[in-house]
């Protein structure tokens, strides 16, 4: 079976300091990784790697097979659009937007008509239960809806992978529950690979596995055969 | 993507940028769009001047008149107006006809434009209509005026006395082609050179204006690059990003542009009360041609969409923000080469000015812009080192928060203000030059006292009748006569005074000891304004009555009703000769054009200080943006609102006066080298109109700072912690 994400011998540094050293990394179709490890280990890195936001300086990356590290900057921002979710820990709304033109962006960056974006990014909040409020702004929402709405924005174009840095950061224990509960349940419901970044091992919890880094490296199990 | 721009542009959060950047693209299109119209109606005006040229028969058009007419030009002076005379004396019933008027007038009759008219029937006889010999037979009409104010008169006289002029000739046809395109023609503007400037200044307005979008634009991208980053994130491409604030953008100079239409209406009405070429414009010659029209309707959205998008090359936004910064390398001290080499390239030549107009073009343009060039390489170097200062000195958090960021990046800081700090050197430069050429040329406190008429004919002495009428009026010290020396001496000086009349003058020179005639110019002018000791003429003074008389020289006590009244005098009792003037009038048209100059400088300087202000107001909102994070972290730390404002005040008006002060020393340092080189002349203290213009695009930019502080309130307060 082809992994939906490999990384081989991946590093990358800045500037003089090294993040990454050789990291090694796999996921299934449908599995749920989270990557953990300390602050400065050099886990957002990895997850920033696979997602294409960043190059890394040496070694492979792979989605479903195909080269992710040798893309155009053109294409791996297709490639985000079309087959990724990202839900961060803050910053990701789009402030003069609506909750569900926020829903609706990836949608039409893809060239999806405009009724039709928002009429599935409406169906996408309700699915997460932010009806009524896919008319407000996201100054407008408390920090859970707006994880909610972030996350609905994930979902909304059926990702073939969603990476999650710390999604659960900026929210009580009970509201990061709730998000984490949603995640997983539609991950699980739609076969959608899921690599979630967190030191909080209750999050970690809800993986199907853990990988663990260290000093860049990644120091436990990498999954995959 | 356009319509997500379109609906970014327009919503709340993009109205303030959307105002800032419409307001300065508005000013600048109506200035525009009144440089254009100037230019217009520069040619319009011109071609008004055409039929005073009929003299110029080589440059005749139309069909020839059965019955030619007499035709004699000549330039008259009142209070130091220009009126235009025309002398003509028809051959026949069908002469040539100018335009404004039904025939050329008959001997003892005159046609006048409206103003001359108005300004004879409200001014005594002796002082102007005295003459204009005869009755007025009409009034000019506004189809051969190049304004409304404009002094023209067309007086009929009889053959005789026509052909008796100095100039005159037998005409036929009347020219319609304008002074600018036809060969010879001598009255008029030198339209072309007129025009050239005006679109220099053109794109001296447009210059500025396109750049102060794409700095708007960069720094509104680099403001908004988290909402841009998460566009990216969810893989908007560079492109799709960059079109966005495009967009953004140009919708902004769009409604600037139809605002800048708006605003043309109030500046056209200003242009045509403002004399640039020396008669004010008709307001119906300040039009636009259509293709005008659309070219700036076109032309500058889409310049501020290229320029945008050009200046969104330079901010790269990735997925994470914008590009992982790193504190940039501080300038150096060799900034301050090529400053240096621009001011000692111009005191190089102090005492070598080059002997060609195009080596002095070449020499001083040059040094010039080398100067500008060095200003804005040294900027960032002084502004780090008046932000070391700052944070060394300063007895407050708010010297040392704001001194720290200052010295971080002083190439961000500087570039706030580098736009100010060019115009504040131009209009210096500028006002220097020519506040010195102006004071030495025209407003010397005695060049309007004497009066001189220098072509007497040879074979008319001046009567006792004549002399004796001159020395009556109220007002005039001294008559003078000059005679005329056909030998003219070393000095090829073609004017004989007695030593005993020169001393009496005082202040027009001196005889060599024990001389007792001296050879001097026709008007007694000084060469370089300086009394100088006059050559001696091998001649007695006795014999010096029965030479011919070369001018007549009128001293007056320089007021208005001495000097007319003379003039008036002196014109009736020489009608063939070249009208009198003083020596103010005599440079009045240089110093002008001089100050018309320094008037289109003064709003190139004036819209680039607005333009400018509006950069800084920018900056200082995106400096505000930037920190709007740790700004709340210091307000919830308890530190005051007025230490941050403080913060802020410091980190834009250190920068800002810092340059002010190194402009306009460069550009005061390099008039003066100008002059000392060009005109061995020392710089003369700018008027009080230039000390005005700095203070006002000083208090402009620094009101424009203030105004941005109600937002550090807002950006700072505890909700935007919560919220990030």
Request: positive net charge; aromatic residues 6%.
């Amino acid at each position: 079976m082809t992994a939906a994400l490999r990384a081989e011998r991946v590093s990358l540094s800045f500037g003089d300091t090294p993040a990454l050293r050789g990291a090694e990394f796999a996921a299934d179709p449908g599995e749920i990784v989270a990557i953990i490890g300390p602050s400065g280990s050099g886990k957002s890195t990895l997850l920033h790697c696979l997602a294409g936001i960043l190059v890394p300086d040496e070694g492979e990356i792979r989605v479903d097979g195909q080269r992710l590290d040798t893309m155009s900057e053109a294409d791996r921002s297709a490639l985000r659009r079309d087959r990724f979710g990202f839900v961060f820990q803050f910053g990701q709304l789009v402030p003069e937007l609506t909750a569900a033109e926020n829903v609706a962006l990836p949608l039409l960056l893809s060239g999806t008509r405009r009724g039709e974006a928002v009429k599935r990014a409406e169906k996408e909040l309700s699915r997460l239960g932010l009806d009524g409020l896919g008319g407000r702004r996201s100054g407008e929402l408390s920090g859970g809806q707006a994880q909610r709405v972030a996350l609905a924005r994930a979902l909304a174009g059926s990702p073939r992978v969603i990476f999650a840095d710390e999604p659960t950061g900026s929210l009580d224990s009970l509201t990061g529950e709730q998000v984490m509960d949603l995640l997983v349940g539609t991950a699980r419901e739609q076969g959608t690979t899921v690599v979630i970044v967190t030191h909080d091992a209750r999050v970690a919890a809800y993986a199907d596995r853990e990988v663990m880094v260290r000093d860049g490296r990644v120091t436990s199990p990498v999954g995959l055969s | 993507m356009i319509r997500l721009g379109l609906r970014m542009a327009l919503g709340r959060d993009g109205l303030g940028r959307l105002g800032l950047i419409g307001g300065a693209v508005a000013t600048g299109v109506a200035m525009l769009l009144g440089v254009l119209a100037g230019v217009n109606a520069v040619q319009a005006q011109n071609l008004r001047y055409s039929w005073l040229n009929s003299g110029v028969t080589s440059a005749a058009t139309g069909p020839a008149a059965k019955d030619p007419a007499w035709w004699a030009p000549r330039q008259d002076y009142f209070q130091g107006r220009s009126v235009i005379r025309i002398d003509v004396a028809p051959t026949g019933p069908s002469g040539p006809v100018p335009p404004g008027m039904p025939a050329l007038p008959s001997a003892g009759s005159y046609y006048a434009s409206p103003a001359l008219t108005k300004l004879i029937a409200t001014t005594p006889a002796d002082r102007l209509g005295d003459r204009f010999p005869g009755r007025q037979a009409g009034v000019i009409g506004t189809s051969a005026l190049p304004g409304p104010d404009a002094l023209i008169i067309v007086v009929g006289l009889t053959e005789a006395e026509v052909r008796a002029r100095d100039g005159a000739v037998r005409i036929d046809r009347i020219v319609s082609a304008s002074p600018s395109s036809c060969d010879g023609c001598y009255i008029g503007i030198g339209g072309e050179a007129l025009t050239l400037t005006l679109g220099v200044v053109g794109v001296a307005l447009l210059f500025p204006l396109l750049m102060f979008v794409g700095t708007a634009t960069r720094l509104a991208a680099a403001r908004r690059e988290q909402r841009f980053a998460a566009m990216r994130l969810l893989g908007a491409t560079p492109r799709q990003v960059s079109t966005l604030a495009t967009v953004e953008s140009a919708v902004a100079a769009g409604l600037g542009t139809v605002a800048g239409f708006g605003l043309y209406a109030p500046v056209r009405t200003g242009l045509s009360h403002i004399p640039f070429t020396g008669e004010r414009f008709f307001a119906s010659h300040l039009t636009l041609t259509w293709a005008q029209i659309v070219a700036v309707a076109i032309g500058v959205p889409l310049g501020a969409a290229v320029a945008a998008r050009l200046a969104l090359r330079r901010v790269r936004i990735s997925p994470l923000g914008v590009t992982r910064r790193a504190t940039p390398r501080p300038p150096r001290a060799w900034r301050l080469v090529p400053l240096a080499a621009g001011l000692a390239e111009l005191a190089w030549f102090v005492g070598r000015r080059p002997s060609t107009s195009d080596g002095q073009l070449l020499a001083y343009l040059s040094g010039i812009f080398v100067v500008m060039t060095g200003l804005v390489v040294a900027g960032p170097y002084l502004t780090l080192l008046g932000s070391k200062a700052m944070a060394r000195w300063s007895r407050h958090p708010a010297g040392l928060i704001a001194g720290r960021r200052l010295a971080d990046d002083p190439r961000t800081g500087f570039r706030a203000v580098s736009g100010l700090m060019l115009a504040l050197f131009v209009t210096s430069v500028a006002t220097g030059v020519i506040g010195t050429m102006v004071a030495g040329q025209g407003d010397r406190s005695d060049s309007a006292r004497k009066l001189s008429m220098t072509s007497l004919p040879h074979d008319q002495a001046p009567g006792e009748k004549d002399l004796a009428a001159l020395a009556a009026v109220d007002g005039v010290d001294h008559v003078q006569i000059v005679r005329y020396d056909e030998n003219r001496g070393e000095n090829g000086l073609p004017g004989l005074i007695s030593c005993a009349d020169l001393a009496a003058l005082r202040d027009y020179g001196r005889c060599a000891p024990g001389a007792e005639v001296a050879r001097v110019f026709s008007d007694l002018s000084a060469p370089d304004g300086v009394p100088p000791h006059w050559e001696t003429a091998p001649v007695s003074a006795a014999s010096l009555a029965a030479r011919p008389a070369l001018s007549l020289v009128v001293l007056t006590d320089g007021s208005p009703a001495a000097v007319e009244r003379s003039r008036t005098i002196l014109e009736s009792a020489f009608p063939a000769s070249r009208p009198p003037l003083t020596d103010r009038e005599w440079n009045t048209d240089f110093a002008r054009t001089l100050v018309q100059f320094q008037r289109l400088a003064d709003i190139v300087v004036v819209t680039s200080l607005v333009i400018a202000g509006c950069a800084l107001a920018v900056a200082v909102t995106g400096g505000l943006n930037e920190r709007r994070r740790p700004f709340s972290l210091l307000r919830l730390a308890d530190v005051r609102l007025a230490e941050l404002r403080r913060v802020v005040a410091l980190e834009s008006a250190v920068p800002l006066l810092a340059v002010s002060v190194v402009a306009i020393g460069a550009g005061f340092l390099s008039a003066h080298l100008f002059l000392r080189s060009q005109l061995q002349d020392n710089l003369v203290a700018p008027p009080a109109s230039y000390y005005a213009l700095v203070s006002l695009g000083l208090a402009l930019s620094l009101g424009l700072i203030t105004s941005t502080m109600p937002l550090l309130r807002r950006v700072t307060g505890p909700d935007t912690v919560r919220n990030e």
